[in-house]
């Protein structure tokens, strides 16, 4: 009986180890350890044993079925490790090596530095007031100060609408017909006024926040997209961002304008930023300036940023003009306010030493991953 166990061993070892690939062990296994194999029948032929031989022949039948299942355990074990080390070898994949980084996304200069602003604006009470882009002729212009035909309307070259998208072009053209059910899709701003245009600053947004908080005092920043119909060049681009700034109330002065700016410069220039305020004009503001920061960059001394002259221009500012406050709703009598208005790209170029404002919309990721 010994010797049937032995070789059953012996043939059980010998099949085992020449299998080289998984697919053999099952097999294997259903051969040498499966109901049918010489181990399993041996156990079940226990009882017709001579009762003297069972328990020797049973602890040898159990002793092989273990020494079996372990043999098979190691060897499958072996070969899934050759045949990794295999696969490495044929794949030259060396799973050691670092990952590649994930590209990570990261925000428009502009978009950070219009964040910054409005963040300064915050903590300093005031509140965002989103205004539209599209606007009228009369908020852009006429309640500012500015009639038809003024000669200070060459300060803002302006797209007509003609250049919003038509009907057309944003339904008919791509298969939407009128009343399609499609068109639940889109719900759609029309530009109801004839003479509607792209805003060319964001002055316009004083005029919706007076209307929508009169008479109540006001403290709010307007941080958006302006338009304007000009020569591309390295100092203006036809879009780009202004935060436009407006505080109305009963008792504003001059010197509230002038302390709020330079606490506001300070904030974002550093605590011993200097500033200071030249005449300008604006018809919309009486009296209108101009606010200089002393430059970060040289401290005053003169540099190319500040063309040696040691101040950089950063906005335009002045105290409400009473017509303007009245075509807001405030009695220019009761009430008056300042206001101002900055672009974030320029205090990014300035700040970074940008030398060229094509670069903010040219989408050259060179660029943009600087920051
Ligand atoms: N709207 C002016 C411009 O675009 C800036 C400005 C805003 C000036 C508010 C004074 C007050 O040039």
Partial sequence: MEQDFSKVEQAALAALHAIDAEAGLRAWQAAW??????VALALAGLGQLPAAER??????????RLQLEQAHAAHAAALRESGLAASLQAGALDVTLPGRPAARGRLHIATQTLRQICAIWAQMGFQIYRSRDVETEACNF????IPPHHPARDMWDTFHTTIVETEACNFELLNIPPHHPARDMWDTFHTTTSGSLLRTHTSPGQIH????YAPEPIRVVLPGMCYRYEQITPRSEIQFNQVEGLAVGRGIRFTDLKGTLTDFARRMFGAQTRTRFRASYFPFTEPSAEMD?????CGGSGCVVCKQAGWLEILGCGMVHPKVLQNGGYDPAEYTGFAFGMGPERIAMLKYGIKDIRYFWGNDLRFLQQF
């Fill in 33 to 38: 350890l499966g109901k049918r194999s010489a």
């Fill in 55 to 64: 328990p020797l022949a049973g602890q040898r039948a159990n002793a092989l």
């Fill in 142 to 145: 006429e309640l500012l100060n």
């Fill in 209 to 212: 926040a007076m209307r929508e």
């Fill in 293 to 297: 920061v002393e430059c970060f960059l």
